[in-house]
């Protein structure tokens, strides 16, 4: 699996990703939509009237944001402009963002959202999704990490900024397409979530904690 800023760089490039490797777009994009709907259930945030804002819709933002809308859940996306030094939400943007209720952090540096955070409002949820990760902590948005976990599966040594039993997004993708059970195509996230399910990958409720 192809792990970190590699895959958008690669798709940035038209740089095609060929078996045996993957993108880990699916696997991503399961691991954040599995945390929103987590999130939402632990905090009975109601999915068509609160407001979810996606901080970065490039490779990954934009299949989390299609399959969510499609789910029924009320959620904005966000463009940024990325540069060396971080990134620029415009002053739109800026609006959108003071009004949310969760914002998923797509961002590619946990540290580039940190100028931002002052436009939260208090209350409003973060789920992070960046790596390395969003270190800053505030008691007035709760913080949640992106990452699943497989029953009997742990890193050694752990990933930096993960639990050793959490599995990074890619990762779930590389251990669903090679389970003998998986048989869906290579761009349908709907199947791909089932296979996901049926080989018991998820989120534990009590394994959410705020960082």
Not at 65 to 77: A, D, H, I, P, W
Request: proline share 5%; with cysteine; charged share 25%.
């Amino acid at each position: 699996a192809c792990a970190g800023q590699i895959p958008s760089i690669m798709h940035k490039h038209e740089i095609e990703v060929e078996r045996p490797f993957i993108d880990g777009r699916l696997g991503s994009s399961y691991a954040v939509i599995s945390t929103v709907i987590k999130v939402y259930e632990k905090h009975r945030i109601h999915k068509s009237r609160n407001l979810l804002v996606l901080v970065g819709i490039g490779f990954l933002g934009k299949t989390v944001m299609e399959n969510l809308e499609t789910s029924g859940y009320r959620v904005q996306g966000i463009d940024i402009a990325a540069t060396k030094s971080g990134i620029h939400i415009g002053d739109i943007a800026l609006e959108i963002l003071s009004e949310a209720d969760v914002v998923v952090v797509l961002t590619p540096r946990g540290q580039d959202f940190v100028p931002y955070l002052k436009h939260l409002k208090p209350g409003t949820i973060i789920i992070d999704d960046t790596h390395p990760q969003l270190r800053h902590r505030s008691e007035k948005n709760p913080v949640y990490k992106v990452a699943l976990e497989w029953p009997g599966f742990e890193f050694q040594p752990r990933l930096p900024g993960f639990k050793k039993q959490w599995i990074p997004g890619c990762m779930v993708e590389a251990i669903v397409k090679s389970r003998a059970d998986h048989s869906c195509s290579s761009s349908d996230y709907g199947d791909f979530s089932k296979s996901a399910r049926r080989a018991e990958i998820g989120v534990i409720v009590d394994q959410l904690k705020n960082t």
